[in-house]
Nanobody, 113 residues
Framework: QVQLVESGGGLVQPGGSLRLSCAASGNIFRFNTVGWYRQAPGKERELVASITSVGTTNYADSVKGRFTISRDNVKNTVYLQMNSLKPEDTAVYLC???????WGKGTLVTVSS
């Protein structure tokens, strides 16, 4: 079973930045498309960014130009650099490989003054 561990969340003021990390166990991570999702209280989980095994990226319109997804296949880690954060970015952020059903526990991002 693959394990995913998200980290890097916290409390940040509007306009601030955070960098999230998603570390995976096993050797299949590097061959998979990985997505960062988020779930705010009372809302459905949404995909905010994804990156293929060769580095092709896609973003939700709500984060385009502010968030950047990247990966280090040697470290089996995917990152989400979040800039110009807004209160509406507050959510639990989770990562997942598209081809497998495993989720991590997520990391909480709170954007508030």
């Amino acid at each position: 079973q693959v394990q995913l561990v998200e980290s890097g969340g916290g409390l940040v003021q509007p306009g601030g930045s955070l960098r999230l990390s998603c570390a995976a166990s096993g050797n299949i991570f590097r061959f998979n498309t990985v997505g960062w999702y988020r779930q705010a209280p009372g809302k459905e989980r949404e995909l905010v960014a994804s990156i293929t095994s060769v580095g092709t990226t896609n973003y939700a319109d709500s984060v385009k130009g502010r968030f950047t997804i990247s990966r280090d296949n040697v470290k089996n880690t995917v990152y989400l650099q979040m800039n110009s954060l807004k209160p509406e970015d507050t959510a639990v952020y989770l990562c997942k490989m598209f081809s497998l059903p495993y989720w991590g526990k997520g990391t909480l991002v709170t954007v508030s003054s």
